[in-house]
């Protein structure tokens, strides 16, 4: 459980993988890979039409990448692997011919904005404010840039990775379209998620597979993309500035 873990069910051509970390569901890179991995079994199923993606618990969807991982990080190609299981998920997302629906219920923060973006339809309930954090721990969010900015564009993206202390509501992120509906209950939202999901499943494979490639046209690049991307972060995180923006807060210093 230290790591993490991440669990997939099958029912009526519906797959819910679910993922959990004792640290307000942050991503420790072990766990990436291994939701990366259920994504892509579950897009290789036959018994299942569409995916969704969703967190335990109520508070946090995503806490973003483990800051024990990152403090780790002694050299370059640990801190470029580490980044790297980011751009796994993303890409496999990206890859699938499935609908993946994400499901925010809490706060989601850095790579957590980078997986609720990088979904083909994403719902949450009105506790899911975001912020991308990484400018205040000496990098910035480079892996999951592409996925974010392709979602709300260059302006909001912008907004929030400039201002990384600062929380945006589930309405602004609704409006910027990263959110296709927020939901004032968990009831409802997860009436919401079985309702569109149950509705694909009965959809046509074939005209489902052409919509998720139409909509994903101009990022075939993203392999090579994202490799380059998890390598400026790696080089980044070994810088003395990170460390000692991770060890304080770590320590609580910040917030």
């Not at 291994?34 to 892509?40: G, L, S, T, V, W």
């Not at 339809?121 to 506790?127: D, E, G, K």
């Not at 404010?129 to 991308?132: A, D, E, P």
């Not at 919401?192 to 694909?200: G, M, P, S, V």
């Given at each position: 459980?230290?790591?993490?873990q991440?669990?997939?069910?099958?029912?009526?051509?519906?797959?819910?993988?679910?993922?959990?970390?004792?640290?307000?569901n942050?991503?420790?890179g072990?766990?990436?890979r291994?939701?990366?991995?259920?994504?892509?079994l579950?897009?290789?199923?036959?018994?299942?039409?569409?995916i969704?993606l969703?967190?335990?618990?109520?508070k946090?969807f995503?806490?973003?990448?483990?800051?024990?991982?990152?403090?780790?990080?002694q050299?370059?190609?640990?801190?470029?692997?580490f980044?790297?299981?980011?751009?796994?998920?993303i890409?496999?997302?990206?890859k699938?011919?499935?609908f993946?629906i994400v499901?925010?219920?809490?706060?989601?923060?850095?790579?957590g904005?980078?997986?609720?973006?990088?979904?083909d339809?994403?719902?949450?309930?009105?506790?899911a404010?975001?912020?991308?954090s990484?400018?205040?721990?000496?990098?910035g969010?480079?892996?999951?840039?592409?996925?974010?900015?392709?979602?709300?564009?260059?302006?909001a993206?912008?907004?929030?990775?400039?201002?990384?202390?600062?929380?945006?509501?589930?309405?602004?992120?609704?409006?910027?379209?990263?959110?296709?509906?927020?939901?004032?209950s968990?009831?409802e939202?997860?009436s919401?998620?079985?309702?569109?999901?149950?509705?694909?499943a009965q959809?046509?494979?074939?005209a489902?597979?052409?919509?998720?490639?139409?909509t994903w046209?101009g990022t075939?690049?993203?392999?090579?993309l994202?490799?380059?991307?998890a390598?400026?972060s790696g080089k980044?995180?070994?810088?003395?500035?990170?460390?000692?923006a991770?060890?304080?807060?770590k320590?609580g210093v910040?917030?």
């Open positions: 459980m230290a790591s993490g991440v669990s997939t069910s099958i029912d009526q051509q519906i797959a819910t993988i679910t993922f959990s970390h004792p640290q307000s942050s991503l420790p072990d766990l990436l291994r939701i990366a991995k259920e994504i892509e579950a897009g290789e199923n036959e018994s299942a039409r569409v969704i969703k967190s335990e618990g109520e946090t995503c806490a973003g990448a483990s800051f024990d991982e990152l403090a780790s990080i050299n370059l190609e640990d801190g470029k692997t980044f790297s299981g980011f751009a796994s998920v890409n496999a997302i990206r699938i011919s499935k993946v499901r925010v219920q809490g706060k989601a923060v850095g790579g904005v980078g997986l609720a973006c990088a979904g339809y994403t719902l949450a309930h009105n506790s404010s975001v912020k991308l990484e400018l205040a721990v000496g990098i969010p480079f892996v999951v840039g592409p996925a974010v900015e392709r979602k709300i564009g260059n302006s993206f912008s907004m929030l990775s400039i201002n990384a202390t600062e929380w945006h509501s589930a309405q602004w992120a609704k409006e910027k379209g990263m959110y296709a509906s927020v939901f004032e968990l009831t939202l997860d919401a998620i079985e309702t569109l999901a149950k509705r694909l959809s046509s494979p074939d489902m597979k052409m919509i998720k490639r139409i046209e075939e690049n993203w392999d090579k994202l490799a380059e991307r390598e400026i980044l995180v070994l810088s003395d500035f990170s460390k000692n991770i060890a304080a807060f320590s910040r917030n």
